[in-house]
């Protein structure tokens, strides 16, 4: 399953940084199974306001909904995939993806059962018994985006999961998050850097501001799908890339330094 997430007037300080202000009064809807990236440059709050979604970090006004439920506290209809894999390194690459549900109580079985199912979607059948030291950071992360799976969310919230990967890894692994998507359809927020990386995966760029955070400008993007890496070679792509810059380049020389 999938659902709507309706963010409506958030608002984050951070009391450890002399009371700055991360987000700035933001509203944001994301539709049950639409795959959204969030972009702007560093500092703007696009990780705190993932967090937020989460409930890893509580807003100190504002509200976040998803589905029929208002977030107060992590819970088992979000999925986190963040920028390091973080897997347990002593455990094998099953016994991570069965974690959540060891943790929920699922039967053995049935964990193991999911489990195989997931890492056969993420392309990962026959590494079950694999270290996370013997895998490379495309497929560490492909045990990651299982993991998260695994416990049937309903959103997936990703902050920039490709972003130690090298350039060739980061392209097919964008081919893998679509294929991935597409079979679950999960509603998906994307957190990223890379512009292009944004409109090739999603239904909706969101830009935000420079710190206070607010939302800039909210871009549909035109293609269908499925799409092939191709698309990024065509005008029309590189048209809605040099778009965006055009929004956060004039933001970026004086946030050199500044945390996301």
């Given at each position: 399953?999938?659902?709507?997430?309706?963010?409506?007037?958030?608002?984050?300080?951070?009391?450890?940084?002399?009371?700055?202000?991360?987000?700035?009064?933001?509203?944001?809807?994301?539709?049950?199974?639409?795959?959204?990236?969030?972009?702007?440059?560093?500092?703007?709050?696009?990780?705190?306001?993932?967090?937020?979604?989460?409930?890893?970090?509580?807003?100190?006004?504002?509200?976040?909904?998803?589905?029929?439920?208002?977030?107060?506290?992590?819970?088992?209809?979000?999925?986190?995939?963040?920028?390091?894999?973080?897997?347990?390194?002593?455990?094998?690459?099953?016994?991570n993806?069965?974690?959540?549900?060891?943790?929920?109580?699922?039967?053995?079985?049935?964990?193991?059962?999911?489990?195989?199912?997931?890492?056969?979607?993420?392309?990962?059948?026959?590494?079950?018994?694999?270290?996370?030291?013997?895998?490379?950071?495309?497929?560490r992360?492909?045990?990651?985006?299982?993991?998260?799976?695994?416990?049937?969310?309903?959103?997936?919230?990703?902050?920039?999961?490709f972003a130690s990967?090298?350039?060739?890894?980061?392209?097919?692994?964008?081919?893998?998050?679509?294929?991935?998507?597409?079979?679950?359809?999960?509603?998906?927020?994307?957190?990223?850097?890379?512009?292009?990386?944004?409109?090739?995966?999603?239904?909706?760029?969101v830009?935000?501001?420079?710190?206070?955070?607010?939302?800039?400008?909210?871009?549909?993007?035109?293609?269908?799908?499925?799409?092939?890496?191709?698309?990024?070679?065509?005008?029309?792509?590189?048209?809605?890339?040099d778009?965006?810059?055009?929004?956060?380049?004039?933001?970026?020389?004086?946030?050199r330094?500044?945390?996301?």
């Amino acid at each position: 399953m999938s659902a709507t997430i309706v963010v409506e007037g958030i608002t984050k300080t951070f009391r450890a940084s002399r009371d700055a202000l991360v987000i700035d009064r933001l509203d944001l809807r994301v539709d049950a199974g639409e795959f959204v990236a969030l972009l702007g440059p560093s500092g703007c709050g696009k990780t705190t306001l993932l967090r937020i979604m989460d409930g890893l970090s509580v807003p100190d006004s504002g509200t976040v909904q998803i589905g029929t439920e208002r977030v107060t506290k992590p819970t088992r209809s979000v999925g986190f995939v963040f920028q390091a894999d973080s897997l347990w390194p002593w455990r094998t690459v099953m016994q991570n993806v069965t974690f959540g549900l060891e943790i929920q109580g699922r039967p053995r079985v049935q964990a193991d059962r999911t489990a195989r199912e997931l890492l056969e979607l993420v392309g990962l059948a026959g590494y079950e018994r694999y270290h996370p030291h013997e895998l490379s950071g495309g497929m560490r992360q492909r045990v990651n985006l299982a993991r998260a799976l695994a416990i049937d969310p309903d959103v997936l919230l990703l902050d920039e999961p490709f972003a130690s990967l090298d350039a060739q890894t980061r392209e097919v692994m964008q081919l893998e998050l679509l294929r991935i998507w597409q079979a679950r359809r999960k509603t998906v927020v994307f957190v990223t850097h890379q512009i292009d990386e944004a409109v090739f995966l999603s239904d909706r760029v969101v830009v935000m501001s420079a710190r206070p955070g607010r939302i800039r400008e909210d871009i549909p993007i035109p293609f269908a799908r499925p799409r092939e890496l191709g698309i990024k070679r065509t005008p029309a792509f590189n048209e809605i890339v040099d778009r965006i810059w055009s929004l956060i380049e004039d933001q970026i020389a004086g946030l050199r330094g500044a945390p996301t």
